[in-house]
């Protein structure tokens, strides 16, 4: 069976790298056969060391050396290349025959959502083994647009790449139990979260209001679920919100 592709993707220091390597830990404490892949070809300091690493193929210090570019140009451009050594880089992934593969994706989103590389790399597997876990920065959650604006900001990157996802409040630890409640009250009430908005009908509300009422009718609205990579929790509920996803609730454990 092919592996399950676990995308993790949020705005940059949502804490992607840092949940890619508790998840890792997480599975092997769990006896699950999981590998980590790095995509992000500007990073300097990963906090782990990924079981395969895109700087191997394609570096942005490197690029920019050579072709006389800015960090900005550098990280476009190896995006770019990265999808011409995609089969290459996924040979390599498969020859680790792993269960898993937990994608820790660039620190700049858009990256991950506007270049061609990730589409090509997710266009590449069946759609039932892609899983794409969207990180909400707690600090950008917090405030009810804030919030808006990340969920707008996962529906684009859902609207654009046709893949399950799952909704992930990170760093849960730096928010008071009541702060986190309130988040994830507002995500699953539509009408509370426009309450937090007020109700002065400007543009941004109306615009809050169409989008929010249309993600009901459509039934993609999303309850997050709370983690913190640093206290090592709520990592199983994502694991069995991913399996829910890609085997329909099966464990591979347990074949
Ligand atoms: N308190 C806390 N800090 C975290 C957590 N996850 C990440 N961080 C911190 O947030 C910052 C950005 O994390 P990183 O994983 O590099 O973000 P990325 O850019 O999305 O990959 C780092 O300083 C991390 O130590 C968490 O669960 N709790
Ligand atoms: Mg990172």
């Known amino acids: 069976m092919d592996p399950i592709r676990i995308y993790i993707v949020g705005t940059a220091g949502s804490g992607k790298s840092t949940l890619t390597q508790a998840f890792k830990l997480w599975m092997d404490q769990q006896g699950?056969?999981?590998?980590?892949?790095?995509?992000d070809p500007g990073v300097e300091e990963l906090g782990?060391?990924?079981?395969?690493?895109?700087r191997d193929w394609v570096s942005v210090p490197q690029v920019m050396a050579e072709k006389g570019l800015g960090p900005n140009g550098a990280q476009i451009a190896c995006a770019d290349?990265?999808?011409?050594?995609?089969?290459?880089?996924?040979?390599?992934?498969?020859g680790f025959r792993s269960d898993y593969v937990l994608i820790d994706t660039p620190g700049q989103i858009e990256l991950f959502a506007f270049r061609e590389a990730s589409a090509v790399f997710l266009n590449a597997f069946s759609s039932d083994d892609n899983v794409i876990v969207f990180v909400l920065d707690p600090t950008v959650a917090?405030?009810?647009?804030?919030?808006?604006?990340?969920l707008m900001l996962s529906s684009s990157i859902q609207f654009r790449f046709d893949t399950p996802m799952e909704l992930v409040l990170g760093k849960c630890d730096l928010l008071e139990p009541e702060e986190a409640e309130r988040i994830l009250e507002h995500c699953g009430n539509t009408?509370?979260?426009?309450?937090?908005?007020?109700?002065n009908m400007n543009m941004r509300s109306v615009a809050a209001i169409e989008f929010l009422r249309a993600m009901d009718s459509l039934g993609?609205?999303?309850v997050p679920k709370p983690v913190?990579?640093?206290?090592?929790?709520?990592?199983?509920?994502?694991y069995r919100s991913v399996q829910l996803i890609t085997r329909g609730g099966d464990d591979l454990s347990s074949d």
């Open 228 to 238: 913190s990579s640093l206290e090592m929790t709520g990592l199983e509920e994502i």
């Open 220 to 222: 993609v609205r999303m």
């Open 32 to 39: 699950y056969n999981a590998i980590t892949v790095n995509l």
């Open 191 to 199: 009408d509370s979260l426009l309450f937090a908005l007020g109700d």
């Open 142 to 150: 917090k405030t009810p647009a804030g919030l808006v604006s990340l």
């Open 81 to 94: 290349m990265a999808a011409l050594r995609f089969p290459e880089i996924s040979n390599v992934i498969e």
């Open 48 to 54: 782990y060391t990924p079981d395969v690493d895109i």
